[in-house]
């Protein structure tokens, strides 16, 4: 294959072109797959074919026949296989050549595929790898041969995955081409939708379609061609599809849709979407087939929330993105809210759905009009107050009891609904017994401190600023006043609950190992006290003991100068054996048994000098031998 690349070895393609030799000779060659891939031979091949039009008779009768079973192994596989490599490579003469009017019939040829009823998947793969390629780049051509009835045998078999993409692609606009054709796209998709109407009980058919509609809406789509979104948006079709089909699929289409609207920033095509506010209660509330009630690991039979209506959250969530009147007021008289609240408060456990309702509930506090959240705040805080006691319950067969999965965010709305200065009686005594012990218990776990800061800014400001150090005096006088800073409520000691009270156990745990800690300290301080009487005493020694100290120094620093003196002693011996080695190694007589010695005498070494040196030295004894004994026998 290398030598091929840099032409240092002739192809067996250049032969078989010489010699004008059959088509199959040249599928046969083991090696064609590997020549296909250099582009002097890709364009060899293919100007072989173009020259000699029985050959590409011959590579289009494999894609759209089956062959006999006879000889099953090559006419089934491998001659479709190669003959589709062969037509998808892209050259733009060989294409060119294909759409030239004298030559049109090898492309009905290719065609006539279609007209059966049943297509072999195998078969419809190798059809779709050569369309595919001249949609890529000949998308206008290809659009302009088609006709009605091709158009029709595509469609006839959109069960397929491949004859699928290939509808995908031709409706799918080129943003090179000059909308000369785009009517013939647009008839294409409203007989998509069509379909998708009609045979959505088809599993295959349905997706297929949807998946063809998703994809352009998704799709980088010129605005002059933006009339094939408008053909989308039909209130009927979206709400058909979605109340036959019941499929994810559906109302993906709608969500999808409401994302294309809301990032073109054409915000009036909203209004399209006013039947799907007035249906979507219904929509929550219509029990979904594919959803099967099941008995969860701890034992409580539940039914899946499903991913039709995390979907429908969504799109809940993209209508109040729209921001339009018209369809906010609907949202408030049809009551969607109420419905997606009972819909979280169903399914608690359920955290996709928790952090829809939370984008949810934030979006409408912050960013709608004030008779929106005004119209849900009264309901909000009678659901907190009912379902938000601080109390623990029994889910299934556990034996402990748990807080409920949605106490979390029913508490961050609670807080919410006290910022917006949300008031009523019983709101205010639910705020002042019930709340503010979930607060007070949440900021000591959270250690006082926000996780999610909404004023990002102020916290940095307030990080760049570094105060001067203070003394630890004033530091103890700052934490006593904190401490008297803050008020103790004695109402609150009459209504105390579990978690109060594991409070007070949590603190007379701090007071123990505060006691602990001082007793230690204690000790610690009686053992200093007892180093420096040691000390004292040491000083405090007669003469004689600081003279038998001296004399006892001066010893040690005789041997120490005795060891050194040794140690260069030894050093200097070695460097002279090491000049003798050395010697012995570059004498021409010397024989490979003696260096082997000399090696074996040197790995007692290794403790004085280490492994690495020790190695090293022994690899610059041997290249000195190599390097005065030239005789390749001595390297045993």
């Known amino acids: 294959m290398i030598f091929r690349m840099f032409n240092f070895m002739n192809s067996r393609i250049d032969e078989f072109i010489e010699e004008r030799k059959d088509i199959k000779l040249i599928l046969d060659e083991s090696s064609l797959l590997q020549d296909l891939l250099m582009p002097q031979q890709q364009y060899k091949l293919l100007n072989y074919v173009k020259d000699h039009p029985e050959h590409l008779e011959t590579l289009i009768e494999y894609i759209t026949e089956v062959g006999d079973e006879t000889n099953y192994q090559r006419v089934q596989y491998k001659y479709p296989f190669l003959a589709s490599e062969i037509l998808s490579k892209e050259n733009d003469f060989f294409q060119d050549f294909l759409f030239e009017g004298q030559n049109l019939h090898f492309l009905n040829r290719l065609f006539s595929l279609l007209n059966e009823d049943i297509l072999n998947i195998t078969q419809a793969g190798y059809f779709s790898k050569v369309i595919l390629t001249l949609l890529r780049r000949k998308h206008f ?66 997706d297929n379609c949807l998946l063809i509609i998703n994809n352009l809406i998704k799709s980088q789509i010129n605005p002059d061609q933006e009339e094939l979104i408008k053909i989308l948006l039909n209130p009927y079709y979206f709400l058909t599809i979605c109340y036959q089909s019941q499929r994810t699929a559906a109302y993906e289409l709608v969500s999808n849709l409401l994302q294309y609207i809301n990032n073109s920033g054409k ?65 408030i008289n049809n009551q969607s809210f109420q419905v997606v609240t009972n819909v979280i408060l169903t399914h608690e456990f359920n955290n996709q759905a928790l952090i829809w309702f939370d984008k949810i509930v934030i979006f409408i506090f912050q960013k709608l009009p004030k008779f929106f959240h005004e119209s849900i705040s009264e309901f909000l805080a009678s659901i907190i107050i009912q379902y938000n006691r601080n109390e623990k319950k029994q889910v299934g067969l556990l034996q402990n009891t748990i807080k409920p999965g949605y106490q979390g965010i029913l508490t961050k709305i609670s807080n919410l609904l006290v910022e917006n200065h949300f008031t009523s009686e019983v709101w205010d005594q639910y705020v002042n017994d019930t709340l503010s012990k979930i607060n007070s218990v949440e900021k000591k776990l959270l250690c006082g401190v926000d996780p999610r800061p909404r004023q990002i800014q102020q916290y940095i400001h307030e990080s760049v600023t570094i105060e001067a150090p203070m003394d630890n005096d004033d530091k103890e006088e700052d934490e006593e006043v904190e401490e008297e800073d803050i008020p103790e409520d004695d109402n609150n000691k009459e209504n105390e609950n579990d978690d109060y009270e594991k409070e007070q156990e949590q603190e007379q745990e701090q007071e123990q190992e505060q006691e602990q800690e001082q007793e230690k300290e204690k000790e610690q301080e009686q053992e200093h006290e007892q180093e420096q009487e040691q000390e004292e005493k040491f000083y405090d020694c007669n003469e004689e003991g600081r003279l038998q100290q001296l004399q006892e120094l001066q010893q040690i620093q005789q041997e120490e100068s005795k060891v050194v003196s040794k140690h260069k002693q030894s050093s200097e ?24 010695q000399i090696i074996q005498n040197e790995e007692a070494l290794i403790d004085d000098i280490g492994p690495l040196e020790l190695e090293n030295k022994l690899d610059h004894q041997v290249n000195e031998y190599y390097k005065k004994h030239d005789d390749p026998k001595n390297e045993e």
Not at 289 to 309: D, V
């Open 267 to 331: 915000t009036d095509y909203f209004l399209y979407f006013i039947n799907v506010a007035k249906h979507l209660p219904n929509a929550f509330t219509t029990s979904n087939l594919y959803a099967i009630p099941h008995q969860t690991s701890y034992g409580q039979i539940i039914t899946p929330l499903s991913s039709n209506k995390l979907t429908l959250l969504q799109i809940f969530y993209l209508l109040l993105l729209s921001e339009k009147e018209e369809i906010l007021f609907e949202l």
């Open 573 to 596: 011996e070695q460097e002279l054996i090491d000049e003798q080695i050395e010697e012995m190694i570059s004498d021409p007589q010397t024989k490979p048994e003696q260096v082997a």
């Open 141 to 206: 051509k290809v659009l302009q041969y088609l006709n009605d009835k091709d158009i029709s045998n595509l469609l006839k078999h959109i069960d397929i995955p491949h004859i699928a993409e290939i509808i995908e692609k031709v409706i799918i606009p080129d943003p090179n081409d000059e909308n000369q054709l785009l009517d013939k796209q647009k008839s294409i998709l409203q007989r998509v939708m069509k379909i998708s109407l009609h045979r959505y009980y088809e599993t295959e058919v349905f």
